[in-house]
């Protein structure tokens, strides 16, 4: 492991708070999903078809994509594209400037942190209004989402009592959660209406008809984008779907396996401009469909992970992301589904730690709903993190002393033998306490002693 | 070369799939979750009013008693008689005495009366189509959203909306509000209200088709 990823996961790990938070949330997302699909026998049978409308996409991506842009021009919408993050922010921030924005609402997008729009925005001089409530926390504090889901995840009710008690123009009393998110909604009202320009992502792009489809709790997207004069959509590529009743299966296994409710409580299709005559919505409507490495991955083996909805329920089943929280991980996404792109989007030199920080307990491959062989994918960083030469020094050369044991077997079963013979001197009523060379193990916990005699000579004892 | 040309030459060509789309949503009715028994609008209800969606309901005979069903609900709420109504001929209408009716909606709007094109019993959904009769804030801005539905215009299922929109032009916004808006954002605790509606009552107009469509 680096220093650096070894840190932010020791400083987690002691952060008695965070762990709190952290169990606080993930508890309650497990708890009600798994109420969710106990209520649904089809559930296993809708895995897999929302996994077979995933893969048919994917397998026809070329297809959609015209297919969609076809559509969303029809409707009225301008289409962009942008290779890498940079080509998007760029596109974003000129929009921008040309509609002449001074403020920009945002609804939450993992695409949007992807690419980095909230500090491309701050760099072009705009003011950002963050307005999914948790965004909102992690605004003010100046922070990074620690979740795909709940982006404050890490912030106790305390915390964002202080914040807004400190930021909001009218706080109140902020006595309970509930008045807390009053005082975000009075704070909030006026910046939606006076934005000049509103951006969101999108859950899913509709082919047959160039509809961008939002999916949130709190009614922001929909607030962002009808009031300002602009609403911009920054999606990634894989974000496709044939036809609205394709969506309606994968919304089904999103929502749930996100937060076990059965649907969100507002769904829409977001397709063009305000029509004439249309009582409000914006004048101009722009699509930014970024790559972003999503074409690599489809080169690279790693096609499967664009079937991620982005659903979260990977992170709340993983016991690792369960122990370290989101920022450990050190890029935009945390969990399993974080380090299998995280290594694509930012380079496997500086973060092979991530697809080796994982015990392959396989939990999150169980609860995906689109089915993507998360561990599997990580074995594959694994694998190619070796064959690149990336771990350290000492774990290659102890490894490659085991091998050149292992493929000796007198001398394997010699070492064996003194291995077991030595570290039975340490055990004390069956457990090891402490052990040369095993700090990093009995610092934390004890070792269980080993048998009298090997594997192999209790074969042999027995006569075969 | 531009993006464009750069994404989709780093994709390659790919045949047309029209058929196979079109078999995957074939396995759709084998799979769905068991939420819409032989009366769709029954269905409706029971979901609308459920722990999960938490909305309220009421049923009228016919659209002419919406009026005093929406007096009936901010009476008990100690809500005053002022309301945003949405700009539909349909409640346009209706006799709204006693009330006093507005065609704007404010930021910090009370109550507004929106007339929702159909509903969804599987989800406990309403669908809004926006356009010159349909403002999208009338949804999103008060705090008590009230909303009249047909029981004629209740549909089975999600995909059925998809069925509905198929061959019609397209509105700016097709939006399916599932219950009051909230918000589980701070310690996971469920707070109403988050920048959407705090409330949402549903006034059911008529009789329904009694069994549920199918598809």
Redesign the interface.
Known sequence: MTAAFTARTEQAIGDRTLKLAIDRTTGTARAKRAAAVADWPGFEQARELGRDIKDHVIAHLGHYLAEFERNAIASGAKVHWARTAEEACDITIRLCRSAGARSVTRAKSMLGEEIGLPHALAAAGIERVETDLAEHVVQLAGDRPSHIVWPALHKTREQVREMFAREHADPGPLDSVEAMVGSARRQLRMKFMAADVGISGANFLVADSGAVCTVTNEGNAELTTTPPRVHIVTAGIEKLVPSMAHATVLLRLLVRSATGAELTQYTTFHCGPKRPGDADGPDEFHIVLVDNGRTRMLREGLAEMLRCLRCGACLNHCVVYRQIGGHAYGGTYPGPMGAVLTPLLDGLPATQDLPRACTLNGQCAEVCPVKIPLPKLLRGWRDRSWREGLPPRTEVFGIGVWRFVAARPALYRLATRLALRSMRLFARGGWIRSMPFARGWTAHRDFPGPARRSFMEQIRGRGR | M???D???A????????AA??AA??A??P??????VGNDAVESFLA?LTGP?VAATAARVASLAEVPAAVRDYLRVRGLGPRIALQ?AAALRALDWAGLETHGGIA??EAASVCLAAYAVA??G?LVFR????????F???PMHHIVVVEAAGVVA???D???R?AGRP????????????????????L?R?????GHLHVILAGAGAGVAESS
């Open positions: 531009s993006a464009r750069a994404i989709f780093a994709i390659g060509a790919d045949a047309h799939p196979t789309a995957l949503l396995r759709v084998g799979l769905r979750p068991d939420r979901r999960s700009p930021v910090d599987e989800t959904s926006s356009g010159a009769d349909m403002p999208v804030l949804a999103f801005l299922w999600l995909e909306c998809a069925a929109e397209a509105p700016r916004n097709l939006i399916l509000v599932t219950g009051p808006s909230g918000t589980t954002d701070i310690e996971g605790v707070v209200g988050a920048h959407g509606p």
